[in-house]
């Protein structure tokens, strides 16, 4: 895009003339003296120039505040090197960033960089945050502008007439921060002041073998929650990304849907506990015990485990548990940790968390991780072909979030820099290796992976034996052999001691089945998967 600029303003730029007029719109908290007419343009110039210094650090105060407060990767992003305060004046702080997309995610921080001016100026300022690439009046910055005359005529004409065309088209790095700015706020979405999410159900949640208990418990409990249901404590865990907070969401949802009249509470260990220390300093603590015993009905608490060596929440959360138990309500924890191994929590804590049902979710398989590929791209209205779903589910195993934040970046690198999603753009966006550095997954590589894992001798599985060690790693070869590798029925049973197609439907068939209620044997699945 680009924004035409007319000659008197480029001249008015470059003017060093007596017209120059001192700025006096910035502060009124730093400057007690007005600006006089009569004074020359040299100490005008000055004082332009201590206003501005005086707004830089007033910035550096603020990025500082931040810093101590915002994730690096937001940080570095939506802030260093980006947010600029412009001026100060009627109450107004008016700050600017590079982009829309940048001054969107910034916003979000509007109260705590109002908190930290408030901290170096006494005062309460309102906070209005602009975006370079959006605004029309915006001074340009000779150094790195290009500008081109726009000449319609031979003849010379005056410098009234003359029109000049500043080019804002967005640069490739431009384009680059915005593509990494919406991976980040993928990746590191802001968990204060945690909402129930709309768009989270179980509809919408895919079940696997590695979730599939944890999705049924879930369900169990949002249709009959407390002491009139199977699991009026419900504990899930697992490592990050992989859904533990959708299932949250899912069951506020669905609790709402079918019990319009329980009171819900979901709030991150963090908020509850912030929430504890600004009321015990006003002497309410009090208060805070009332509203979780007496107002809510169901409490889900996520990434439980940040309770470590915080006695005093501990303590307040010890009652809160042990009277919202007794009344028979509903609740609900995740965390990242079995409660048992969490540490520097008390052993009181640790056997109240493990009362009722404590479930685990594993790394999705293969199947699981692209049909959740499918249903985000649905999502985010995108269609990548199934070999490329294929290449990034394969690449891809642990991290669910990773994985659907891989298409929220190719999205945003095929809309902006309109290209076409192919393999060679998703290997060079997710940074995967050259097709001459991919290792070929073979039937022969997937029954090595599988005699490895439960440590028997390859022979072993293409032998006879009917040994129960030997035949449910054989059967798990087979079922990995089709499902991975997509090899024919014939093809295995060839491999496998020469065994018919008939015996190969029935392994995989019978570990298809299996998985579905067998945890422990989705975890050697995944194990062997993810060696492959």
């Known amino acids: 895009m680009a924004q035409e600029f007319p000659s008197q303003l480029i001249k008015h730029f470059f003017s060093i ?63 260093e090197n980006s947010l600029e305060l412009k001026s100060i004046a009627n109450q107004n702080a008016i700050f600017e960033v590079r982009t829309a997309f940048i001054k969107k995610s910034a916003e979000l921080y509007k109260e705590e960089i109002a908190k930290s001016i408030y901290n170096v100026l006494g005062t309460q300022y309102e906070i209005i945050i602009n975006a370079k690439d959006q605004s029309n009046d915006v001074a340009p910055n000779f150094s790195s502008a290009n500008f081109h005359i726009k000449d319609t005529s031979d003849r010379p004409r005056a410098m009234g007439a003359t029109k000049f065309t500043l080019d804002l088209t967005p640069t490739r790095d431009d384009l ?79 609790i709402a849907e079918k019990h319009p009249s329980y009171n819900i509470c ?105 049909a959740i590929l499918r249903r985000k791209m649905e999502a985010l209205d995108l269609y990548i072909n199934e070999d490329v779903l294929t290449l990034i589910a394969s690449r891809i195993k642990t991290n669910i979030r990773e994985l659907e934040g891989s298409l929220v970046r190719l999205k945003a690198v095929s809309e902006l820099m309109n290209v076409e999603i192919e393999v060679d753009l998703v290997k060079e966006q997710l940074m995967l290796p050259n097709s001459e550095n991919e290792k070929e997954i073979t039937i022969e590589s997937v029954a090595k992976a599988t005699a490895q894992y439960f440590r028997l001798p390859l022979a072993d599985l293409k032998s006879k034996g009917r040994n ?61 998967e993810s060696n492959l």
């Open 176 to 254: 680059k921060s915005r593509v990494d700015a919406e991976y980040i706020e993928h990746m590191n979405p802001n968990k204060s002041g945690i909402r129930v999410d709309r768009s989270k159900t179980f509809d919408n949640f895919i079940v696997g073998p590695t979730n599939n208990i944890a999705q049924a418990a879930s369900k169990a409990v949002a249709l009959n929650p407390g002491k009139d249901g199977k699991y009026p404590s419900l504990y899930i865990h697992s490592n990050s990304g992989l859904g533990k907070t959708h299932l949250l969401h899912a069951v506020a949802n669905e």
């Open 17 to 79: 003339g007596n017209e120059t007029k001192p700025n006096d719109h910035f502060f009124g908290q730093f400057s007690n003296e007005q600006t006089s007419q009569n004074k020359s343009i040299e100490t005008t110039n000055n004082e332009s120039e201590e206003s501005r210094d005086e707004l830089s650090l007033i910035n550096q105060e603020v990025l500082n505040h931040l810093r101590t407060i915002v994730p690096e990767l937001k940080f570095s992003t939506y802030f």
């Open 468 to 528: 129960q060690d030997i035949t449910k790693a054989r059967h798990v070869a087979m079922y990995l052999a089709r499902k991975v590798v997509n090899a024919k029925q014939q093809e295995i049973g060839a491999y496998f001691g020469g065994r018919d197609h008939s015996s190969v439907i029935h392994a995989v068939n019978t570990i298809s089945e299996k998985v579905k209620t067998d945890s422990s044997l989705s975890k050697d699945i995944n194990a062997i």
């Open 266 to 370: 979901l709030i991150t260990t963090r908020d509850f506990m912030e929430e504890m220390i600004g009321l015990m300093k006003i002497n309410k603590i009090n208060d805070f015990f009332k509203k979780y015993t007496e107002r809510v009905d169901v409490l889900m608490i996520d990434d439980i485990h940040e309770l470590k060596n915080k006695e005093g929440t501990q303590d307040q959360f010890f009652h809160v548990f042990n009277e919202m138990h007794n009344k028979g309500k509903q609740l609900i924890f995740t965390s990242d940790k079995n409660p048992k191994e969490i540490t520097g929590i008390s052993e009181r804590i640790k056997s109240r968390l493990q009362w009722g049902l404590v479930v685990d979710i594993q790394p999705p398989d293969l199947e699981t991780r692209i």
